[in-house]
Nanobody, 115 residues
């Protein structure tokens, strides 16, 4: 059974940084793309960043040059380093994996950017 568990969220001031982690179990995560979505209150869940099985990365324009996605294949972990955070980055952040037949989701970790 595939499981994704996020951690690292919290309250941070504007301009601050956080690093989110996503630990996967129940599958060989190295062969699948992984990524991060976020959902702000009252809004849809949107893609933030994606990393392929070979390490190629993709970011939405809103987070380019501020966020960095990476992964550790030996530990089945994906990271999202978030710098220069803004109040509009406040959301629940979800880890996801693109499996062969479906997408898998974690339960999310909350990031609040506020002074």
């Amino acid at each position: 059974q595939v499981q994704l568990v996020e951690s690292g969220g919290g309250l941070v001031q504007p301009g601050g940084s956080l690093r989110l982690s996503c630990v996967g179990s129940g599958s060989d995560f190295g062969v699948f793309a992984m990524g991060w979505y976020r959902q702000a209150p009252g809004k849809e869940r949107d893609l933030v960043a994606r990393i392929s099985s070979s390490g190629n990365t993709h970011y939405v324009d809103l987070v380019k040059d501020r966020f960095t996605i990476s992964r550790d294949y030996t530990k089945n972990v994906a990271y999202l380093q978030m710098n220069n955070l803004r109040p509009e980055d406040t959301a629940v952040y979800y880890c996801t994996m693109w499996g062969t037949q479906q997408m898998y989701w974690g339960r999310g970790t909350t990031v609040t950017v506020s002074s």
